[in-house]
């Protein structure tokens, strides 16, 4: 086998595979290493794609040329916009996903570059010399040291939940990375040894039943949208046949069982030490933490249109089998029910992203990149968005370019950028739209308007992206000129501009358009995101206006760049606590400082003097 | 910006002679500089006053029996070490301690740094930094109170109220924006604009009561306006309790703009006397006349001064016009001598506002007016709570929440969706944490872990 490449890929989950992509279109060599093949892409988890601020990221991966949007698009079975009675900067689309067809379209799509070279194989640790990352070594077949090494100038480590993994089920304890996968323990002890900082989180699964012993009837159903709104600019629409899911609650005898065996939950015994995610909290604390609470939202999702697993979400659990089982029987509709695999929690190490740039580029080992979960993060598509800049600032420390970093006023994946690796994880982190403070900006029906021609200076967007991109954005721009230029009958017989009649929250573009006055350009199939995008940078015009004096104010002290060598321990005033907090995170800028956590504006005031001076 | 990490030491009680003084030393070499410039051998105990002598550094001779404490920092008014010796407070001797204190290594504190510096320890929150340097320089003994309450609290506590109210909404609005289906319902726009329409009024009373604050902190300029001779300056004398503007028989003898400032119950007032108001062709006459009319323009409120013996004329209804709207006093002078009109049976003066007849031969009408001016400045309602806030930046946020809030209550009702609606909330709530210093990123969403049950 080949042994020099440009970038090694540790990974090909979500991130890694997105960081391999990227980095290949940008013209790089590039090893992907897997521990199996038949796991890329894989969705340990709720198969399903999107949702609030996750989908926000899955469209601006799609823009900037990502996968993931189009992975969704061509293997969803269930399409759901979310927030679709509220405005266009919260809506979000999400997607059941039939989980085998989306790791293999993705897998096949990988297999179409021919700048990647699949790897099988685990590796064993991370070559590092003088700061600076050389290759990686990889373990033997049997598993032990010793095997081939592999050189790269960037390696990308995108290990997900595998770094000294453990997986609970009742008291019974597996080393795994994931259920039936072995984890990486060398490879964890080699990155501790290059001194960046740990921590250990905790994440958890429900249990699997198969469909054909569910009694569906007794069920209520859940469905989606009657016309699917995509996820990638590149599709146009999506005509697939849709399936259903059912909805379920709780019920007071699946309280008493979980508080019953409550001492038997590793969650509740003190065996897992790793913190969880609150936003996704087991049946265990559902129960324990909100005990005033009657019954909880359940859904049974199918994990594929012929796939048998069914997934029950909202009953994560790691109680053991038994209890497991009478926990689904104690469900109306599920007493017969068959479990095919039990639920669990997994413990797992992650790296403090604060070791890392805003490129995902770790601070003291020039080339080392990591993205996705064994950043502290959860969630398929925050890992993704990390796989996609992680990728493509390899390939740019590869070819000895500037780092490419997204502001937090560009995109939601500059919020996550900025987020892990000015404050930190404490828990697993996940995107919410309350993240982003200029989320009005930040939207799905702008997302290719604000990174697609970025994507394209970098060398990701293709020649068809960028065709079909600049198509629509001269319709939008031409359309944006009518709007501006044009005045209106409204509905009361008043007239009045376009453009101001659109700020009214009754008023909307498609009825504007369909009388005689106002003439809108639009391509057949993008009628809606067309509408959508103009209407939209009208309604939200007057807040926009409004919020530029502040993120002008903010991009001030963001263009304030603190030098690397800055000695806080020296600055006078500034308390030891602070002063250690901003040596361990080594902001870029005062605007970065000023977002770490417990740092005052007093102590910016402070460094800002003396940058200045 | 002077050095924060040295040893600092100053008077920190007011200047002049009094019962008690008090030497501060705050910094890491506070309790080595107490050791050489007391006479105590052993090491001062934490927190408790120890009965000692100061002595001079150089001769070692004592120059003061003193109690000294010693507060060890975290839990020290500044945050960091601090030994208080407090002596017998003649000004001589403490500024010797003072010295003792410099030649044993300390450096003499810059004015307001031991509050600067408590604040960059975390001690204090903005509010109270900015109290405390308040208090210190408060000059009526109202003014001094407001100070103190602030310093204790009372405006955090008042903002941080409303800032609860505020937080609790915006969660509830970001949990069914991040949260659509999760089978709960948090609140809808339309309630929230409700909320936000109720809070918008209490943060306007707040700044109803900060800006009588304000009076109190900053004070407030009252000009005395009127035709030449009617008795603006035998009116200004009496108010200042002394002569300070020539009163003269000759109409035109004030030309230029007299000032003086004067605690009027607790309020710092600076009244200015003014030239005659009246048309005139002589040069350095009508200069005055300009500044006069500048400094009606100015003022927070003003006294018109009418001539009761005599009839009203052109100029008098001229400045009574240009005057209306604005916080005024009338005052109609000299009752003593025979009337050529009476603001009673004159039609126009009935919407003038406050009318007071005097006589201002004698001290006799101070007291009347005194108080007739005071509740003209507190805008009828009497300052009986103290305000809790004077700060002008306080009450400049404070009106940029308030037009934050009324912005979102009016969208909510127009059927706004909650992401503009809480563009609007945010903004509100930016403004009042600015006041208090505090800012937390990841708040809304504890808020919502710990409220409600979220999630998959
Ligand atoms: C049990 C479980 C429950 C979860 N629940 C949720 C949830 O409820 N909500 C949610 O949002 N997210 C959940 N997640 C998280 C979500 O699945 C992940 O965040 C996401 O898949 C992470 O993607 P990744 O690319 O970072 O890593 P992964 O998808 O984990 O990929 C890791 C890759 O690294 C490879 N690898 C590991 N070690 C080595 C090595 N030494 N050499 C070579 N290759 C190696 C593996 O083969 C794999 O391809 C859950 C995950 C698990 C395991
Ligand atoms: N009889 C009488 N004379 C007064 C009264 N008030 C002021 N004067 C006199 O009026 C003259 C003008 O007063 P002055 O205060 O200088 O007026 P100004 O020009 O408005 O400042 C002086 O001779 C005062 O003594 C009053 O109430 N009664
Ligand atoms: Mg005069």
């Known amino acids: 086998m080949e042994s020099r490449f440009d970038v090694i890929v540790i990974g090909a989950g979500h991130a890694g595979v997105e960081a391999a992509r990227a980095a290949a279109r940008m013209g790089c060599r590039v090893a992907i290493c897997t521990l199996s093949e038949a796991t890329v892409a894989h969705m340990p988890c709720n198969p399903a794609i999107g949702g609030t601020a996750k989908g926000h990221l899955v469209r601006e991966i799609d823009a900037l040329g990502g996968l993931m949007g189009e992975a969704i698009d061509a293997t969803g079975i269930q399409f759901k916009l979310l927030n679709r009675s509220r405005g266009p900067a919260v809506r979000s689309p999400r997607a059941q996903a039939d989980k085998r067809r989306y790791g293999a379209w993705v897998a096949e799509a990988l297999c179409r570059e021919e700048r990647i070279t699949w790897v099988v194989c685990r590796v064993g640790g991370v070559l ?30 995108t290990t997900g939940t595998f770094l000294n993994g453990l997986v609970h089920v009742g008291r019974r304890r597996t080393p795994a990375g994931r259920a039936g996968e072995p984890p990486s323990q060398r490879l964890a002890e080699s990155l501790k040894a290059l001194g960046l900082p740990w921590g250990r989180l905790k994440t958890g699964t429900p249990p699997r039943l198969h469909r054909r012993s569910i009694r569906f009837e007794r069920l209520e159903r859940a469905l989606g949208d009657e016309q699917p709104v995509p996820f990638s600019f590149m599709t146009g629409r999506i005509d697939r046949r849709q399936i259903e899911c059912h909805q379920m609650h709780t019920t007071e005898r699946v309280h008493e069982i979980v508080r019953a065996n409550i001492q038997r939950s590793p969650l509740y015994n003190g065996q897992i030490e790793g913190i969880g995610p609150r936003y996704c909290p087991s049946l265990e604390d559902k129960v324990m933490r909100f005990p005033h609470h009657e019954r909880h939202q359940i859904f049974l999702e199918p994990e594929g249109v012929d796939a048998d697993e069914v997934y029950v979400n909202g009953y994560s659990m790691s109680l053991p089998v038994e209890v497991q089982e009478s926990l689904v029987h104690a469900l109306p509709g599920l007493e017969d029910a068959e479990m095919m695999r039990p639920g669990y929690a997994v413990e797992y190490d992650f790296v403090q992203p604060t070791a890392l740039s805003r490129s995902y580029e770790a601070k003291d080992v020039a080339g080392l990149f990591l993205a996705g979960q064994v950043n502290g993060t959860s969630g398929y598509e925050e890992a993704a968005g990390q796989g996609v800049l992680a990728g493509i600032n390899a390939a740019r420390a590869v070819a000895c370019e500037e780092p490419f970093v997204l502001g937090r006023d560009e995109a939601y994946l500059g919020v996550l950028a900025d987020d892990l690796t000015t404050r930190g994880c404490l828990e697993p982190y996940r995107m919410f739209t309350s993240r982003a403070e200029y989320r009005l ?15 394209r200076e970098v060398g990701l967007v293709d020649d068809r992206r960028w065709a079909r991109f600049q198509d629509r954005r001269s319709r939008f721009e031409e359309n944006a000129r009518r709007v501006a230029r044009t005045t209106v009958t ?8 376009a453009s101001q009649a659109l700020r009214r929250p009754d008023v909307e573009l498609e009825w504007l358009a369909r009388g005689n006055e106002l003439r809108l350009e639009v391509a057949p199939g993008e009628e809606r995101e067309d509408l959508w995008s103009v209407e939209t940078h009208f309604k939200y015009a007057g807040y926009l206006e409004r919020q530029e004096a502040t993120i002008e104010r903010a991009r001030r002290l963001e263009h304030r760049r603190i030098p690397a060598s800055f000695s806080y321990s020296s600055l006078p005033g500034l308390s030891r606590e602070i002063a250690e907090r901003l040596t361990e995170t080594r902001p870029d800028t005062l605007g970065q400082a000023l977002r770490i956590p417990g740092v005052t504006p007093a102590a910016v005031a ?3 003097a003396k940058v200045s001076a | 910006m002077f050095a924060t990490d040295d040893t600092i030491v100053a008077i920190a009680t007011p200047p002049g002679p009094g019962g008690v003084g008090i030497v501060r030393v705050s910094g890491p070499g506070a309790i080595g500089i107490a050791g050489r410039i007391l006479s105590t051998s052993s090491r001062l105990a934490p927190r408790r006053a120890t009965l000692t002598n100061a002595l001079d550094p150089v001769d070692r001779r004592p120059l003061d029996r003193v109690l000294a404490t010693y507060f060890p920092g975290p839990r020290s008014y500044t945050g960091e070490d601090v030994v208080e010796v407090s002596g017998h407070g ?25 509050t600067l510096r408590a604040f960059l320890r975390g001690r204090l929150d903005l509010v109270q930094a900015e109290a405390v340097h308040d208090l210190v320089t408060a000059v009526t003994p109202r003014q001094a109170r407001v100070a103190f309450d602030q310093l204790e609290g009372t405006a955090t506590a008042a903002i941080g109220a409303l800032d609860r109210v505020l937080f609790d909404l915006v969660a509830r609005l970001e949990a069914s924006l991040d949260f659509p289906d999760e089978g709960y319902h948090f609140i809808d726009a339309r309630a929230a604009g409700v909320e936000a329409a109720s809070l918008a009024a209490r943060v306007h009373d707040l700044i109803v009561s900060a800006q009588r604050g304000r009076l109190i902190r900053d004070g407030c300029q009252v000009a005395v306006a009127g035709r030449p001779n009617v008795g603006k300056s035998s009116l200004f004398n009496q108010l200042c309790g002394v002569q300070r503007a020539i009163v003269a028989g000759a109409a035109g003898t004030t030309r230029d703009l007299v000032t003086e400032t004067v605690d009027l119950g607790g309020i710092p007032v600076t009244l200015v006397d003014t030239a005659g108001i009246r048309t005139t062709t002589e040069e350095v006459e009508a200069e005055g006349v300009r500044r006069a009319r500048a400094a009606v323009d100015v003022a927070a409120a003003v006294i018109v001064v009418l001539d009761r013996s005599r009839p009203l004329d052109a100029d008098d209804w001229a400045l009574l016009e240009e005057t209306a709207g604005r916080p005024r006093l009338v005052v109609v002078n000299k009752r003593d001598l025979r009337a050529a009109w009476s603001p009673a049976v004159e039609p126009r003066m009935a919407a003038c506002g406050p009318v007071l007849e005097t006589c201002l031969i004698d001290g006799s009408a101070a007291t009347a007016i005194r108080g007739a001016l005071l509740q ?28 934050a809030l009324r912005r979102a209550s009016a969208a909510a009702a127009g059927g706004a969706s909650e992401e503009l609606v809480l563009a609007d909330l945010e903004e509100a ?18 808020r919502i872990f710990e409220q409600f049950c979220i999630g998959k």
């Not at chain 1, 900006?441 to 994507?455: K, P, Y």
């Not at chain 2, 001797?93 to 031991?114: C, K, M, S, Y």
Request: net charge neutral.
């Open chain 1, 490 to 497: 409204l509905a009361d017989g008043n007239r009045a501009r």
């Open chain 1, 606 to 608: 402070l460094i800002g």
């Open chain 1, 128 to 157: 590092v010399r003088h700061g600076r990352v050389l290759g990686v070594d990889l373990e033997t077949a049997g598993g032990e040291a010793g095997g081939e090494t592999l050189h790269a100038r960037a390696v990308v480590v």
């Open chain 2, 429 to 446: 709530r930016r403004a009042l944490e600015e006041i208090s210093g505090k800012r937390t990123p990841d708040a809304v969403l504890e």
């Open chain 2, 90 to 114: 003649s000004p001589v001797i403490l500024r010797q301690i003072v010295t003792a204190a410099t030649a044993a290594g300390a450096r003499l504190a810059e004015p307001g740094e031991f």
């Open chain 2, 376 to 403: 003209v400045l507190e805008g009828g309602t009497p300052i009986r709570d103290t305000p809790a806030i004077s700060n002008v930046r306080h009450i400049d946020l404070l009106g940029r929440a308030e037009r």
């Open chain 1, 441 to 455: 900006l930040l939207r799905i029906d702008n997302a290719d308007l604000r990174l697609t021609e970025r994507g």
